[in-house]
């Protein structure tokens, strides 16, 4: 499941909650585990048991077992009853609790936003209303069980109570003996255990039943980004769009409208633009979080679908706007996008992304272990590391997408010093607001509404 998810686009991610996709990778699979494991156990328990028991009274008295088992057909019909009633309740309960989940995760990653406009209160309001819609599904399905496991008991003692009755006829005509029908009052006994194991067993497949199809809703996805090509080579950095337009597919929002512009291997090019015109759409594009439908973005005279796109990935160093830090050490975060790293690089890539000195002022420095989110460092701070990280693969691309917005000036004047001489002969693309960011860029472009207006030097 872990492996699937990580194939999916962005705009999955987009369109669920983390707190979904948490509980159908644990709780949804935990409840197939127990039909994989306990269920199919005392299924062939419960079967085996149970045959050998039925043979044994036909062997004594057909006539008397079939009596005994009259019941059976109302136990087939009960199960089939509550079975379509278990898989409907427990799909039920697993959305519910995977909206719990979301609930709860979304508003401890917002803890500071609540206890900022003082919403606890609310919030536990909130917490309570859902809880409660818990706890009143899953007692419907409680109720389902308590009313099934009687049910089943009581037709086995229908079945004792025939067993005597008719059974007792047969002593008097003299058919069988009194000693047969405790025979038969043992063997009912004996079906007490696999009838009920019956019961539990019905209710862990079909809760199993439940959670499997909540968990292929996600399996049976496709992924929207698709590599098919293994060839792995090393790209110059030139990238051409060709009358591209975007549309978010999950919001149908228009992003992008025929935009066609040029970066050449080695150019610094700055993109400027208002909020919401465009800028973040690009980079992702760039990058390929998502696949554009109309017009076509080369990558080295090759359309971007055609390349291997792990191998293309691997050769950009992506700064995105929404910085993401794990819970690790800081050298760990800048160490993210390589598999082998030395030291002396983690320090490199942390110098020159001019953060450095704040690192070793930390009695742990490069070991300080972060908090989620990277929440024991400051807003730049934690921009910095994130261009670190992308600093210490020697990108063939470096993309910025509005990642100095938190830092001073005089700083980002030092970051932007660094990369023109790291980024000789190489490609990059910086996403800002300030002027003072993009002056030195060979080409700026200036986006609005999803086209380009304007495009030159800051001279």
Known sequence: IYQ???????????????GDLMNRATEDVNRV????????????????LSVLIIWSMFD?????????????????????????????????????LSELSSFVQERFSGIRIIKSYVREDYTRNMFEIQSNEYK??????????????????LLIGLSTILTI??????????????????????????????????????SLIQRAAASQKRINEFLDIPSDIQSTNN????????????????????TGIVALKNLSFEI??????????????????????????????DGAINVDGENLKTLNLKNYRSQIGFVPQEVFLFSDTIKNN??????????????????????????IDFEEKFETMLGERGITLSGGQKQRVSIARALIKSPKVLIFDDCLSAVDTKTEEEILQNLGKIMIGKTSILIAHRISTIKNADKILVLDDGKITEQGTHN
């Open 4 to 18: 699937h998810y990580q194939k999916l686009s962005l705009g999955f991610y987009r369109r669920n909650n983390t």
């Open 33 to 48: 585990r127990m039909y994989v494991g306990p269920a199919i156990m005392y299924t062939i328990n419960t079967f085996v």
């Open 60 to 96: 004594v008295n057909s006539k008397l077992a079939i009596y005994c088992l009259l019941p059976l057909p109302f136990l087939v019909i009960i199960i089939y009853y509550v079975n379509t009633l278990i898989f409907k309740k427990s799909g039920k309960i697993q959305e519910r």
């Open 136 to 153: 009143r599904d899953s007692m419907s399905l409680v109720k389902v069980s308590a009313l099934f496991y009687p049910t089943m008991l």
């Open 165 to 202: 009755y008719v059974g007792g006829n047969q002593v008097m005509n003299g058919s069988i003996t009194a000693g047969n029908i405790a025979e038969f009052i043992i063997y009912i006994n004996q079906l007490t255990f696999p009838v009920t194991m019956l019961g539990w067993v019905t």
């Open 231 to 250: 060839e792995e080579k090393e790209i110059d950095g030139n990238i051409k769009f060709d009358n591209v337009s975007f549309v978010y597919p999950d």
């Open 264 to 293: 050449k291997s080695g150019e610094f090019v700055a993109i400027i633009g208002k909020t919401g015109s465009g800028k973040s759409t690009l980079a992702n594009l760039i990058m390929r979080m998502y696949d554009v439908e």
């Open 334 to 359: 800048i160490a993210f996008g390589l598999d082998q790293v030395t030291d002396n690089e983690v320090y490199n890539a942390a110098k020159n992304a001019s953060v450095y000195n704040n690192i």
